[in-house]
C-alpha cells in the first residue's frame, strides 16, 4: 500500500481517536418524561413553592412572644421636690415595668398547625397536577420530533430514489433511449425532493432543540422512532374513568383544596375566641414599691369573626362545586380521547393495505417504465402517488399517537409513566 493512501487513513483515524466526544442518549417517551420530572427547569421552579409551604408549618408552631412594658413619669415641678432631693432622685419619679404574654389557646394552636399541614398537601398535589400539564407538553413535542423525523426520512427515501432514477436515465440519455424531457423531468424531481429534504432537516432540527429545553438536558438527543407506546389501559373505558376519578392529579388537587378550607372553617371559628394577655406589673412610684398583676382578654360583643367564617364556607362550597364540574369534565376529556384513539388505531390497522398496493404499483411501473413499457409521466405519477400514501400513513399514524396521549393525559396515566 502507497504511502498516499495510508495517509488519509492514518488522518481519519486519529481524527477520530483524539476528538471530543459527545453523549448522544436515545429517549423513548417515558425516558423523555422521566428525564423531564428531574431536569426541566419550570418543575425546578414550581419546587420551592412545596419549601415555602412547609416554612408554614414552622410559622404555625410558634407561640405569641412575652410583651415588656415600660413607662415613665418623672415630676418637673423643682417647687414640688421632696427637701434635699436633686432631679434625678427617685422621689420625684414613678416607673412601670409590666411583663406580659398572651396566652394562645391549645385549640387555637392546633388549628393554625393542621391549616398549615393541610396546605402543603395541597401544595404537592398541585405540583403533581403541573408535572401533568408539563408531561402532556413533553409528550406532545417527542410526538413533533417523531413525525420530524419520519418526514426526513420519507423525504429522503423519495429522493434517493428519485436520484437514483436520475443516474440511470442519464446513461439511458447518453445511449440515446430515451429523450432530454425524460431526464429534465427526473432531475426537476429530483430538485423538489432536495428543497423539501433541507426544509424537513431544518425543521427536525428546531423541534430537537426545543425538546431539549424541555426535557432540560444540554446533551444531544435523539428518539426512539420504534417506540410502540407499550402502556397497558383498563380494558373498559369506565374503569378508565373511575381510576381518573380517584388518582387524576387536578382530582386530588380539589379534594385537598376541601381538606384545607374544612381545616380554615376550624381556624376561623376558634380565632373567634378571645386571647388571654396575662402578666406581672413592677411599679416603683417614689421610691415606695408596688407589685402586681396583669390580666387583659377581649369581650366579643361586636366582633366575633363572622366574616373570615362566612368566607371560609364559601370557599369550600366553592371547592365542592368546582370537584363536580371537574368530575364531568374528566368523563367527557376520556370519552372523546377513548373514542378518538379507538377509531384511530382501526385507521392505522386499515391503512396497511394501501401502503403494500403503492409500493407494488410503483415497482411496477418503475419496471415498465425502463424497460420503455411506459412514459415518464407514469412513473412520476406513480412516485408522486407512492408518496402521498406514505405520508397519509404517517400523518395516521401521528394521529393515533396524539389520541393515545390525549388518553394518557385525560386519564392521569402519563404521571405514572414519567415515575
Known amino acids: 500500500m502507497s504511502f498516499k493512501v495510508v495517509k488519509p487513513v492514518l488522518i481519519a483515524m486519529l481524527t477520530w481517536w483524539y476528538a471530543p466526544g459527545k453523549?448522544?442518549?436515545?429517549?423513548?417517551?417515558?425516558?423523555?418524561?422521566?428525564?423531564?420530572?428531574?431536569?426541566?427547569?419550570?418543575?425546578?421552579?414550581?419546587?420551592?413553592n412545596v419549601g415555602i409551604s412547609q416554612a408554614d408549618i414552622t410559622t404555625a408552631q410558634l407561640r405569641p412572644n412575652p410583651i415588656l412594658n415600660n413607662q415613665s413619669l418623672q415630676l418637673v415641678q423643682p417647687s414640688r421636690f421632696p427637701e434635699n432631693a436633686s432631679w434625678y432622685n427617685g422621689a420625684n419619679r414613678q416607673v412601670w415595668w409590666q411583663v406580659t404574654k398572651p396566652f394562645q389557646l391549645p385549640v387555637q394552636r392546633q388549628n393554625k398547625i393542621n391549616f398549615a399541614e393541610q396546605n402543603v398537601r395541597l401544595t404537592e398535589k398541585r405540583y403533581a397536577d403541573t408535572e401533568r400539564h408539563l408531561f402532556q407538553t413533553v409528550?406532545?413535542?417527542?410526538?413533533?420530533?417523531?413525525?420530524?423525523?419520519?418526514?426526513?426520512?420519507?423525504?429522503?427515501?423519495?429522493?434517493?430514489n428519485i436520484d437514483s432514477l436520475a443516474n440511470i436515465n442519464r446513461l439511458r440519455l447518453k445511449n440515446q433511449v430515451i429523450t432530454t424531457t425524460d431526464l429534465s423531468r427526473t432531475e426537476l424531481l429530483a430538485n423538489q425532493y432536495d428543497i423539501q429534504l433541507k426544509t424537513a432537516r431544518q425543521n427536525?432540527?428546531?423541534?430537537?432543540?426545543?425538546?431539549?429545553?424541555?426535557?432540560?438536558?444540554?446533551?444531544?438527543?435523539?428518539?426512539?422512532?420504534?417506540?410502540?407506546?407499550?402502556?397497558?389501559?383498563?380494558?373498559?373505558?369506565?374503569?378508565i374513568v373511575q381510576e381518573a376519578l380517584q388518582n387524576r392529579t387536578d382530582i386530588q388537587a380539589i379534594k385537598s383544596t376541601m381538606?384545607?378550607?374544612?381545616?380554615?372553617?376550624?381556624?376561623?371559628?376558634?380565632?373567634?375566641?378571645?386571647?388571654?394577655?396575662?402578666g406581672l406589673i413592677f411599679n416603683p412610684q417614689n421610691k415606695v414599691n408596688y407589685m402586681g398583676v396583669y390580666g387583659t382578654i377581649e369581650i366579643p360583643v361586636f366582633?366575633?369573626?363572622?366574616?373570615?367564617?362566612?368566607?371560609?364556607?364559601?370557599?369550600?362550597?366553592?371547592?365542592?362545586?368546582?370537584?363536580?364540574?371537574?368530575?364531568?369534565?374528566?368523563?367527557?376529556?376520556?370519552?372523546?380521547?377513548?373514542?378518538?384513539?379507538?377509531?384511530?388505531?382501526?385507521?392505522v390497522q386499515n391503512f396497511n393495505q394501501l401502503l403494500t398496493q403503492?409500493?407494488?404499483?410503483?415497482?411496477?411501473?418503475?419496471?415498465?417504465?425502463?424497460?420503455?413499457?411506459?412514459?415518464?409521466?407514469?412513473?412520476?405519477?406513480?412516485?408522486?402517488?407512492?408518496?402521498?400514501?406514505?405520508?397519509?400513513?404517517?400523518?395516521?399514524?401521528?394521529?393515533?399517537?396524539?389520541?393515545?396521549?390525549?388518553?394518557?393525559?385525560?386519564s392521569g396515566m402519563i404521571n405514572q409513566i414519567a415515575q
Open 303 to 347: 366582633s366575633r369573626n363572622q366574616g373570615e367564617i362566612r368566607k371560609s364556607q364559601i370557599v369550600k362550597q366553592q371547592a365542592e362545586q368546582d370537584l363536580r364540574a371537574t368530575e364531568t369534565q374528566i368523563q367527557t376529556e376520556i370519552l372523546t380521547a377513548y373514542k378518538s384513539y379507538q377509531t384511530q388505531k382501526r385507521n
Open 358 to 410: 403503492s409500493q407494488t404499483i410503483l415497482n411496477s411501473v418503475k419496471y415498465s417504465y425502463l424497460r420503455g413499457g411506459t412514459t415518464i409521466i407514469d412513473f412520476l405519477e406513480a412516485q408522486r402517488s407512492w408518496l402521498d400514501t406514505q405520508q397519509q400513513y404517517y400523518d395516521l399514524l401521528q394521529q393515533y399517537r396524539q389520541s393515545y396521549i390525549d388518553l394518557l393525559n385525560a
Open 139 to 160: 409528550a406532545q413535542k417527542w410526538l413533533d420530533v417523531w413525525t420530524a423525523r419520519k418526514q426526513l426520512d420519507l423525504l429522503g427515501t423519495a429522493k434517493s
Open 259 to 278: 381538606d384545607v378550607a374544612d381545616a380554615n372553617i376550624k381556624l376561623q371559628k376558634s380565632n373567634a375566641l378571645p386571647t388571654p394577655e396575662l
Open 23 to 48: 453523549a448522544q442518549t436515545v429517549y423513548t417517551l417515558q425516558q423523555a418524561l422521566q428525564t423531564a420530572k428531574s431536569n426541566n427547569p419550570i418543575l425546578k421552579r414550581e419546587q420551592f
Open 204 to 239: 427536525f432540527q428546531n423541534e430537537i432543540i426545543n425538546l431539549k429545553y424541555l426535557m432540560g438536558t444540554a446533551d444531544s438527543v435523539q428518539i426512539d422512532t420504534t417506540d410502540q407506546f407499550a402502556f397497558t389501559f383498563p380494558s373498559q373505558m369506565d374503569a
